[in-house]
């Protein structure tokens, strides 16, 4: 009995969730960025349908990341107070009702509307990993994410030729739309019958006041996490700074058409679905996270350097392969070591912050690469990129030797 009783309080007096409960938030996941994929490439040419300017379909994207920028840590926040469960299925039901209205936008306003709706409550994503994250012990958690990221990248693989096909039939945007909406509703049904919270450290009650998630902002030590941050920003920003002119650049250099780099798409999604499930031994491989986050920066930095001064597509496929797979380990293990130092309490604030940080990149990237393209060339944004890059390889470094010399001294 004593035995029982300890292991009850040691989760928390939170049942363990049932396997189907795990199986689930992997196939959310998968339906989340399939269901995305389907649209995401036919928004540019529904907004101009509507009548709008390449600026006003411009602030339509600005929208929908400035949203998620503000949004990102205080729904991280909820969710440490009110569990992942209810976020993920409030988030569900909120990108039911936005794609709903996408469907059906005949007007600029209403399309605005919908984005409106999706940047505010779109964080499915960061809630399944926090779900995942709260059922695995610490050294488990990155081999998690990168599982989770893995299966989700499948989604990219399969939708983006689904969705252009079903778009060339006669009404295609609003059939691929209405699928979109019927994926997110499903995922909100299954959310409903099947997931629910794991144990955590700290489990609030449900009735907690609202301004405590708010407050809880400053109970966090962001100096602490604050330079694991300034290497995510880096990466995140270098990255949308390569892709955002990445087709139009293909085509001008090599004479890309469509159809190729689709096929140049579909293989960088299976490269990251193949690094995420790889994600526990490379970690066994390099010894510890720290080193494995200053060797794949090395890596990432010299790929992106050889994509960006690629001399045909060749050497772009072959310099993207690199690149992806090390853009799937850092996702995981900047994630995995910024978890590491933070209290199990405040893992929700902190996983919505780190959202944040692409939601700023996201942002900045377009500007930035049309600003570097025209004042330098076709391949003034990957040169800026890389040069980002370079700068998180340094910090990343010197992380690795500040932890190292605080062990020596230590001992």
């Known amino acids: ?22 199986v689930c938030i992997y196939t959310l996941g998968f339906m989340d960025l399939f269901a995305i994929s389907l649209i995401l490439p ?34 991280g926040s909820f969710s440490d107070q009110y569990g992942r469960a ?16 996408l469907a059906f936008s005949e007007t600029i306003l209403l399309l605005v509307i919908s ?11 960061t809630m399944c990993r926090m779900l995942l994250v709260d059922l695995e012990p610490p050294s488990e ?11 989700s990248s499948m989604g990219f693989i399969v939708g983006p030729p689904i969705g252009g096909h079903l778009a060339g039939m006669d009404g295609g945007f609003r059939l691929v739309t209405l699928i979109c909406a019927g ?14 919270d794991g144990p955590r450290a700290q489990h609030h009650a449900a009735a907690a006041a609202v301004g405590e998630s708010l407050t809880s902002f400053t109970d966090v030590d962001w100096l602490r996490i604050g330079d694991l941050m300034v290497v995510r920003f880096f990466y995140a920003f270098s990255v949308l700074l390569f892709r955002a002119n990445m087709p139009s650049t293909a085509a001008r250099l090599f004479g890309m058409t469509p159809v190729q780099f689709g096929y140049l798409m579909s293989m960088q999604g299976v490269v990251s679905a193949g690094a995420g499930f790889l994600t ?29 001064l690629a001399p045909s597509i060749t050497w772009l496929a072959v310099a993207l392969i690199p690149l992806c797979a090390c853009t799937s380990s850092l996702r995981a293990c900047g994630t995995a070591l910024t978890l590491d130092r933070t209290p199990a309490a405040h893992h929700g604030l902190v996983m919505g912050a780190g959202q944040n940080i692409a939601s700023v990149a996201r942002l900045a990237a377009p500007l930035a690469a049309g600003t570097a393209q025209q004042l ?36």
Request: proline share 4%; net charge positive; aromatic share 6%.
């Open 115 to 125: 984005r409106v709706l999706a940047g505010s409550f779109k964080h499915t994503q």
């Open 1 to 22: 009995m004593a035995d029982s009783s300890k292991t009850k309080e040691k989760k928390g007096d939170i049942p363990m969730p049932p396997m189907s409960c795990i």
């Open 42 to 75: 036919l928004l540019l040419s529904h907004g101009e349908q509507l009548g709008a300017s390449p600026m006003m379909n411009g602030l339509v994207g600005s929208v929908y990341g400035g949203l998620q920028l503000i949004s990102s840590p205080i729904c």
């Open 280 to 308: 526990g031994p490379i970690e066994r491989f390099c010894g510890d996270r720290l080193t494995e986050l200053a060797l794949t920066s090395a890596v990432f930095t010299a790929a992106l350097t050889a994509a960006s």
């Open 183 to 196: 994926l997110f509703a499903t995922m909100f049904v299954l959310s409903c019958l099947l997931v629910r």
């Open 141 to 151: 958690r990155q081999r998690v994410i990168g599982w989770f990221n893995a299966i």
């Open 376 to 411: 330098v060339s076709d391949r003034g944004p990957g040169l800026v990129a890389a040069a980002c890059a370079t700068i998180a390889l340094g910090v990343a470094v010197y992380i690795r030797q500040a932890a190292r010399s605080k062990r020596e001294k230590q001992e």
């Open 86 to 101: 209810r976020v993920l299925i409030i988030s569900l039901l909120a990108c039911t009702v936005s794609y709903l209205t």
